[in-house]
T-cell receptor, first 114, second 111 residues
């Protein structure tokens, strides 16, 4: 079945550092890929998505490129801020149009120190 | 904000009691989902619905039932709560464009 493997946390970085959170997937067909962010005590917010190979999703300075050849969707940001501290989830949805059941990775907790 | 409301937001209940969580959406989206979030597991799908009275099981459906009598409401019921069902429960809806939006979560503690 479908699965998502993402970088184990926690990850601690200094403000303005470069961020990479790795995500790889296993899926049949042509899944869509997502990054969600969860701030303390809140629900999940969609951060970015990509629906086909070589697509780049971007939002709030974060980027991720759908790499079919390496089955990866790594999250990057050039200069992190304290406000980026959160848990980040990589997810995929299968190719069943209209029923986008998500398969999640286990999440990566990110802490940014001033 | 995708117009999703979950209730209750927090609940403590005793082992063996029934519990119902409600998810309400303000728009007529067809697909609705219930997930649970646990440390080390990310989010896992419990049940989902593809229309009124149309539901199906997800990855971790044992011990849970659901009902959808109206488009806007999707109920998750724990018939007899157990400590292993202590978790954070998230409702989600699928919006056009292949994107799923989540509610703010319901924190359930079974003691």
């Amino acid at each position: 079945g479908d699965s998502v493997t993402q970088m184990e946390g926690p990850v601690t970085l200094s403000e303005e550092a470069f961020l990479t959170i790795n995500c790889t997937y296993t899926a049949t067909g042509y899944p869509s890929l997502f990054w969600y962010v969860q701030y303390p005590g809140e629900g999940l917010q969609l951060l970015l998505k990509a629906t086909k190979a070589d697509d780049k999703g971007s939002n709030k300075g974060f980027e991720a490129t759908y790499r079919k050849e390496t089955t990866s969707f790594h999250l990057e940001k050039g200069s992190v801020q304290v406000s980026d501290s959160a848990v980040y989830f990589c997810a995929l949805s299968g190719s069943n149009f209209g029923n986008e059941k998500l398969t999640f990775g286990t999440g990566t907790r990110l802490t940014i120190i001033p | 904000d995708a117009g999703i409301t979950q209730s209750p937001r927090h609940k403590v209940t005793e082992t063996g009691t029934p519990v119902t969580l409600r998810c309400h959406q303000t728009e007529n989206h067809r697909y609705m989902y219930w997930y649970r979030q646990d440390p080390g597991h990310g989010l896992r799908l419990i049940h989902y619905s593809y229309g009124v009275k149309d539901t199906d099981k997800g990855e971790v459906s044992d011990g849970y039932s659901v009902s959808r009598s109206k488009t806007e409401d999707f109920l998750l019921t724990l018939e007899s709560a157990t400590s292993s069902q202590t978790s954070v429960y998230f409702c989600a809806i699928s919006v056009s464009g292949n994107t799923i939006y989540f509610g703010e979560g319901s924190w359930l503690t079974v003691v």
